[in-house]
């Protein structure tokens, strides 16, 4: 089993382009979450998706939108890239909701 | 709003010494979660922590979980360098959604 996957594992884009970060997971779990990761601010949710479906806000969801594709894939779309967007980002699922999360390798986003 | 504070953020220890890291957070839950991660890595899952009282030990890690007080320690015994990582709990966010709240992490070296 690959686990969780992400694509791509590094991306540059300039201030208003958009790109779509794609997650799959192949244990199959119900729920996958996207977080960020900033230096010395821990993981921060972004969005989550509880069942194939289901989406939800999690603490910083503004400037993101999600689509959970099916049960195996969850992307993270971003807009209109602004640098404050600049961060690693983690995709993790679980078999439940309250389950283990496993996380994904990251991409490392730069917004110029 | 949950908060989930850590501390030491950084920790410099010998090889053979002991040291705790602590994790505190703000509301009820009875389920905490410790995780590692390597520079430039994912995270791994060490611990999940199910109830109050419950104390697991992996190796030279042991954790444990006091609900009453909203504490988790990790505790490192005799440290070696291959544990040298930044450690991360975090809380389920709890009220009917999904997903955690992670610490801010503590980075801990181990020197030789």
């Known amino acids: 089993n690959a686990g969780v996957t992400q694509t791509p594992k590094f991306q540059v884009l300039k201030t208003g382009q958009s790109m779509t970060l794609q997650c799959a997971q192949d244990?199959?779990?119900?729920?996958m979450y996207w977080y960020r990761q900033d230096p010395g601010m821990g993981l921060r949710l972004i969005y989550y998706s509880a069942s194939e479906g289901t989406t939800d806000k999690g603490e910083v969801p503004n400037g993101y939108n999600v689509s959970r594709l099916n049960k195996r894939e969850f992307s993270l779309r971003l807009e209109s890239a602004a640098p404050s967007q600049t961060s690693v980002y983690f995709c993790a699922s679980s078999a439940t909701r309250s389950g283990t999360q496993y996380f994904g390798p990251g991409t490392r986003l730069t917004v110029l | 709003e949950l908060k989930v504070e850590q501390n030491p953020l950084f920790l410099s220890m010998q090889e053979g010494k002991n040291y705790t890291i602590y994790c505190n957070y703000s509301?009820?839950?009875?389920?905490l979660y410790w995780y590692r991660q390597d520079p430039g890595k994912s995270l791994e899952s060490l611990f999940v922590l199910l109830s109050n009282g419950a104390v697991k030990q992996e190796g030279r890690l042991m954790a444990s979980l006091d609900t009453k007080a909203r504490l988790s320690t990790l505790h490192i015994t005799a440290a070696v360098h291959d544990l040298s990582a930044t450690y991360f709990c975090a809380v389920d966010v709890g009220g009917g959604a999904d997903g955690l709240t992670f610490g801010k992490g503590t980075h801990l070296i181990i020197q030789p």
């Open positions: 509301t009820t839950s009875d389920r």
């Open positions: 244990m199959n779990h119900n729920s």
